[in-house]
T-cell receptor, first 114, second 113 residues
Framework: DTGVSQDPRHKITKRGQNVTFRCDPI?????LYWYRQTLGQGPEFLTYFQNEAQLEKSRLLSDRFSAERPKGSFSTLEIQRTEQGDSAMYLC????????????FGDGTRLSIL | AQSVTQPDIHITVSEGASLELRCNYS??????LFWYVQSPGQGLQLLLK??????LVQGIKGFEAEFKRSQSSFNLRKPSVHWSDAAEYFCAVVRYNTDKLIFGTGTRLQVFP
């Protein structure tokens, strides 16, 4: 069990640029989740996948955000035309998807918008 | 709508003292409840979970939590705190019919020697 891996750990970019984050879940976990955490707050749900299907998206996920999980393994989260308010920690989690199985989190990608 | 309240934003205890972190949830059915811990700049680590059955749940690192339906609470406890327990603690509930986690705002624990 190698855990959930996220890359990069930190990303600093200028406002208006596009950024992409990657998440590698625990192998054989068929559910993958993205959360966003701002300073002093708990994580907030963004979206999740069952295998390659994106099953739910939060209203927090504006049109500038897109997530994919093309082969049901790793996932990417892209933010286009970044804004100051996008500065946050982006957390990925995975779970087996069966009942009574908790989500396991990666260490997150911290995004800073200059 | 489901929600989680952690009334204490910041708690300070001395090393060796007992600890109780409060969590109240709002949920219509039997909830799935979790406690996670987060060290600075890190992701979340699962401490313990409650799905059903025994209302006193044991977790890792000597933590336990008690589910009290009558009080809509799931408080986290530890009999003797260690300096390494200093971190942010989050209570969470799973939303009905999905397994989307809804988190509280967290309690920051500071431990003095």
């Amino acid at each position: 069990d190698t855990g959930v891996s996220q890359d990069p750990r930190h990303k600093i970019t200028k406002r208006g640029q596009n950024v992409t984050f990657r998440c590698d879940p625990i192998s054989e976990h068929n559910r993958l989740y993205w959360y966003r955490q701002t300073l002093g707050q708990g994580p907030e749900f963004l979206t999740y996948f069952q295998n390659e299907a994106q099953l739910e998206k939060s209203r927090l996920l504006s049109d500038r955000f897109s997530a994919e999980r093309p082969k049901g393994s790793f996932s990417t989260l892209e933010i286009q035309r970044t804004e100051q308010g996008d500065s946050a920690m982006y957390l990925c989690a995975s779970s087996p998807g069966t009942s009574n199985q908790p989500q396991h989190f990666g260490d997150g990608t911290r995004l800073s918008i200059l | 709508a489901q929600s989680v309240t952690q009334p204490d934003i910041h708690i300070t205890v001395s090393e060796g003292a007992s600890l109780e972190l409060r969590c109240n949830y709002s949920y219509g059915a039997t909830p799935y409840l979790f406690w996670y811990v987060q060290s600075p700049g890190q992701g979340l680590q699962l401490l313990l979970k409650y799905f059903s059955g025994d209302t006193l749940v044991q977790g890792i690192k000597g933590f336990e939590a008690e589910f009290k339906r009558s009080q809509s609470s799931f408080n986290l406890r530890k009999p003797s705190v260690h300096w390494s327990d200093a971190a942010e603690y989050f209570c969470a509930v799973v939303r009905y019919n999905t397994d989307k986690l809804i988190f509280g705002t967290g309690t920051r624990l500071q431990v003095f020697p």
